[in-house]
């Protein structure tokens, strides 16, 4: 099983239903919703330097990551801390938090 989180640049959602609307849109492709900045790519470097193994979806605005269900607390902990450092918005969808 795999747990699976998204970072994002949007001023557009305030509360998690929007959260979780964004978040369908863009496992559909869909990133009208969502602004291309330099700080997506700050952050993705940021993920990639601590070497976890990871299965990563990254857009213009957006990244969607994903992981096995055993390493979930873990990698939370740490996408949820990096999004925060670089001022980006935090879904989780399996429990429905979202953090901006």
Same mark, same amino acid.
């Given at each position: 099983?795999?747990?699976? %989180?998204?970072?994002?640049? $949007?001023?557009?959602? $305030?509360?998690?239903? !929007? *959260?979780?609307?964004? @978040?369908e849109q863009l496992c559909q492709g869909e990133d009208s919703l969502v602004g291309d900045i330099e700080i997506i790519e700050?952050? #993705?470097?940021?993920?990639? $330097? ?8 990254? !857009?213009?605005? #957006?990244?969607?990551? !994903? %992981?096995?269900?055993?390493? *979930? ?7 949820? !801390? ?6 980006? $918005? @935090? ?6 938090? @979202?953090?901006?």
């Open positions: 099983m795999e747990w699976y %989180c998204a970072v994002w640049n $949007s001023d557009k959602v $305030s509360n998690v239903m !929007g *959260a979780q609307f964004l @978040y700050e952050f #993705f470097e940021d993920l990639i $330097s601590k070497g976890e193994k990871l299965d990563i979806n990254k !857009g213009k605005g #957006f990244i969607i990551i !994903g %992981c096995l269900l055993e390493d *979930a607390e873990k990698i939370d902990n740490l996408i949820k !801390g990096l999004a925060k450092q670089h001022g980006l $918005s @935090y879904y989780e969808p399996q429990n429905m938090t @979202y953090i901006f």
